[in-house]
C-alpha cells in the first residue's frame, strides 16, 4: 500500500512480516505479542533505538557513515538534517528495508536484522512519501493493513479519522496529496505502537491539520510511546521535540536537547543603515560575543524603484509629491544604504543592546537556514570568529 520509492518496498511487506500469514479473515486478536523493551543480557531497559558505527554504503557512494544514536523509551527525539543527509537511509536499516554494510542496530535491545518480525510487531512508520492503492476505499485500505497486525484497530482508525478529518468512503484516486498522507498518519498509529518512526511527516499537510498532528504525537508520547521525528525543518524540531541530533552528509554533527538548542539557538540578523555608518556598524557588531559570518553589502539606493512608481501612478492626494521629495534624498550619494547579515548566537539582549547603539533604518531577525545551522556547527572557533569586508562592487563578500 505504502511504497517506498526509491528500493520499491511496501509497507504491506513490513506489516506483513508483523504477522507471519497473510490476512485470512480469521478473528483478530485482542492484543499484540508483548515486546518488552529490556535488554535479553542484563534485564536493565535498554533504548527504545540504539546504533553503533552504522554505516550503509551504496558501492563507493556514501550513504550513512559511522551513526551513533541512543533513543529513550518515551521520549520524541528529532532527527534533522537537509534533503539528502542520511535521515531515510537510517531509517530504512533501522526497520530492515536496507541492510546495513557495517557497525550495529537495536529497537528495544532487540538486532534490526535477526529480530526484525519481532520488532515490527509493534513499530509504527510514516514514510516521507506515501503511495496507495488508487482503487481501494480508505476505509478498505485500512483495514486490510489492520488485519496484518492481527489487532482489532476499528475504534482507533475512526478515531484518528475524525481528528484529521479524512473521509474513509473516499477513494484514494480521488484524495489529494494531503489527504492521502493522512491515511499514513492514521496507518501508523492505528495499531499504538510501541515505537513510532516518523520521515518528514508534515509534507503535504495545511498548516491546520499540522497542528492536530503534533497533538496527536503528544497524545503518543502521554501514552508512553517512543517517538523518532525526521525533519529538514527546524521550527519542527523544536517545537515537539525532547532531543534532537543533527545529521550531515551522512554523520551525526551534534546531539543536544532541544532546550540547549533553544538556548543556543543561531539567528540570522539583517540590518540595514546609511553607508555612511559602516565603520560604526562593523566595529559593534565586532565587539559583541556570538556573532559569525558577518558580511556588509553596499548598495545605492534605485531612483526607479518600482514601488514608488506604482503609487505615484495612482491619483492619491500627497502621493505624488511626498515620493518626488524622497527620491530626490535617495539621489543624495550620502543616503546610499548598506546591509549587514550575520548569524549570531547567544543572549537576546545582549544582540538587542547592540542594536539599539545603532542608527538603522531597517532590522530583521530570522531563523538561519538549516545549511547555516550545519556550517555554523562546522566552523572551528577559529574561521568562526567575525570579521568584516566590505564590498563597494555591490557583490556579497562572506567573512568567516
Avoid at 196 to 205: A, Q, V
Avoid at 368 to 387: D, K, N
Wanted: charged letters at 25%.
Amino acid at each position: 500500500m505504502t511504497a517506498i520509492r526509491d528500493d520499491a518496498t511496501t509497507t504491506d511487506a513490513v506489516a506483513g512480516e508483523t504477522s507471519g500469514r497473510t490476512p485470512n479473515g480469521t478473528p483478530a486478536r485482542s492484543s499484540q505479542p508483548d515486546l518488552s523493551p529490556t535488554s535479553k543480557s542484563s534485564g536493565l531497559q535498554a533504548p527504545a533505538i540504539s546504533t553503533s558505527h552504522l554505516t550503509k554504503r551504496y558501492g563507493k557512494a556514501r550513504g550513512i557513515e559511522d551513526v551513533n544514536l541512543t533513543v529513550l523509551p518515551g521520549e520524541i527525539f528529532g532527527f534533522i538534517g537537509p534533503n539528502g543527509a542520511g535521515k531515510s537511509t537510517t531509517i530504512r536499516t533501522l526497520l530492515g528495508l536496507i541492510h546495513k554494510t557495517s557497525g550495529e542496530a537495536s529497537i528495544f535491545g532487540w538486532d534490526c536484522e535477526k529480530d526484525r518480525t519481532r520488532i515490527l510487531q509493534q513499530v509504527g512508520y510514516l514514510p516521507s512519501e506515501v503511495f496507495y492503492y488508487d482503487g481501494m476505499r480508505a476505509r478498505d485500505l485500512l483495514s486490510y493493513a489492520a488485519s496484518f497486525y492481527r489487532v482489532d484497530c476499528t475504534a482507533r482508525i475512526r478515531e484518528l479519522a475524525v481528528k484529521l478529518n479524512l473521509n474513509l468512503d473516499q477513494k484514494v484516486e480521488d484524495m489529494s496529496l494531503g489527504n492521502r498522507k493522512k491515511i499514513g498518519i492514521v496507518q501508523g498509529l492505528m495499531h499504538s505502537p510501541s515505537l513510532i518512526i516518523l520521515d518528514e511527516p508534515t509534507s503535504g499537510l495545511d498548516p491546520l491539520v499540522q497542528r492536530v498532528f503534533f497533538d496527536l504525537m503528544l497524545e503518543e508520547r502521554s501514552r508512553g510511546a517512543t517517538i523518532l521525528f525526521s525533519s529538514h525543518i527546524l521550527s519542527e524540531v523544536q517545537r515537539i521535540c525532547d532531543r534532537v541530533a543533527i545529521i550531515r552528509e551522512g554523520r551525526i554533527i551534534a546531539t543536544q536537547s532541544v532546550a540547549d538548542l533553544r538556548r543556543s539557538a543561531v539567528k540570522r540578523v539583517t540590518v540595514e543603515f546609511l553607508r555612511t555608518d559602516i565603520a560604526e556598524v562593523a566595529h559593534a557588531f565586532l565587539t559583541v560575543p556570538g556573532v559569525r559570518s558577518l558580511s556588509i553589502d553596499e548598495h545605492d539606493v534605485d531612483d526607479h524603484d518600482d514601488s514608488d512608481h506604482d503609487i505615484a501612478g495612482h491619483d492619491v492626494a500627497g502621493c505624488r509629491h511626498d515620493i518626488a521629495g524622497r527620491n530626490a534624498a535617495k539621489r543624495n550619494t550620502a543616503d546610499r544604504l548598506a546591509t549587514a547579515s550575520l548569524l549570531y548566537e547567544g543572549d537576546c539582549n545582549t544582540l538587542i543592546s547592540a542594536l539599539a547603539g545603532m542608527t538603522l533604518t531597517d532590522v530583521e531577525i530570522s531563523e538561519p537556514t538549516l545549511e547555516e545551522v550545519f556550517m555554523h556547527y562546522y566552523q572551528t572557533p577559529e574561521s568562526g570568529s567575525a570579521s568584516v569586508q566590505s564590498d563597494s562592487a555591490q557583490s556579497k563578500a562572506t567573512a568567516r
